[in-house]
């Protein structure tokens, strides 16, 4: 059976008509993009995933079998529905795939320039009623939606990584964006099973306002010699029961990901606190991006991850 998000009835009938969501357009087959589209298709909708290299989408695909394979062993889905959701993703080979589309999620790398271009080519390809979203997870989502042709149908939609695993969504409205477009994104994220909160549009929302100076934070404590890598990531897995030390977080998170974040807020904010370490800076310099990577502040290229420092 199809499910769809329906829309509210407008009070400005003279407004862009608000979609029924069936169809989802995702851009970027990486990381979150992937992961978006896993809970999508699980949720029961169609996907559409788009990269700019096909290869990406085949990776990403690989992928999403494995992890949705992990949770079927564990009984956290049925067989059958992985073979539903499976077949329910499909490749998006350009933006001209998404003419259909309701709702289109950017989850593109978190770069300003890269996803404007993104939102200024994709729009004349979508229909007038479609939304767009983005899942940066900092910028601002007014300035984002100023660049596109339906500010009043753009939001921020930003999934937790691994998009799979974590049940929280924030959905930050910008400042032209409509009530019955917030109610439908809401709406969409919460049939996906997540839980969502709302952000005003400040830089870097709530949660990684809060998370990412910890990390950089960390960062510092290793720079000035406080700790050592496995010291600080023990100290607080087993100080502070978190479940992954702030530093093997940043290689999981992605070193450039951590430096774009901490660069948003420092200049959004012009607080030094928000001022990115230079250690934090070299790694990124270096290419030595975490995980993906496989050398952050571990080297993952052996049997076992090793500290860098």
């Known amino acids: ?30 990381q979150m993009g992937s992961g978006i589209a896993h809970v999508i298709a699980l949720g029961k909708y169609d996907v559409l ?20 394979g992990r949770q079927v062993a564990k009984g956290l889905v049925e067989k059958a529905d992985m073979t539903s959701a499976l077949s329910r993703i499909k490749f998006a080979p350009s933006l001209e795939s ?6 289109v999620i950017e989850a593109a790398t978190e770069d300003e320039v890269i996803k404007r271009t ?4 994709l729009c004349p390809k979508l229909k007038e009623s479609a939304i767009i979203a983005t899942n940066t997870s900092s910028l601002s989502i007014t300035r984002l939606a100023s ?48 839980t969502t909160t709302v952000s005003e549009d400040f830089p870097a929302f709530i949660v990684n306002r809060i998370l990412l100076p910890m990390i950089n934070e960390a960062v ?23 479940p992954m030390g702030p530093l093997e977080l940043a290689d999981f998170i992605g070193l450039d990901t951590c430096l774009a974040v901490m660069q948003v807020l420092y200049e959004g904010l012009s607080d030094s606190k928000y001022r990115p ?33």
């Open 98 to 103: 998404f003419a259909d589309c309701d709702l």
């Open 277 to 309: 370490c230079p250690l934090l800076v070299k790694y990124v310099e270096a290419g030595w991006l975490g995980r993906k990577t496989n050398r952050g502040f571990y080297d993952y290229r052996g049997e076992k991850p090793v500290p860098t420092r």
């Open 220 to 242: 510092y404590t290793l720079y000035e010699g406080v700790g050592t890598v496995e010291g600080i990531d023990k100290a607080m897995r087993l100080g502070a029961h978190h």
């Open 118 to 121: 993104i939102f200024q080519e």
């Open 49 to 68: 995933l788009n990269d700019l290299r096909k290869e990406a989408v085949d990776q990403a695909m690989a992928t999403i079998e494995r992890n949705m």
């Open 1 to 30: 059976m199809d499910v769809a998000v329906k829309a509210e009835s407008k009070a400005n009938p003279e407004a862009r008509p608000i979609p029924d969501i069936k169809l989802i357009g995702v851009i970027g087959a990486g």
């Open 147 to 194: 660049t596109t042709d339906r500010p009043e149908h753009f939001i921020g939609m930003h999934f937790m990584n691994p998009v799979p695993l974590m049940e929280l969504v924030e959905l930050i409205r910008g400042i032209a964006t409509e009530d019955e477009v917030f109610g439908v994104a809401r709406a969409f994220v919460e049939s996906l099973g997540k």
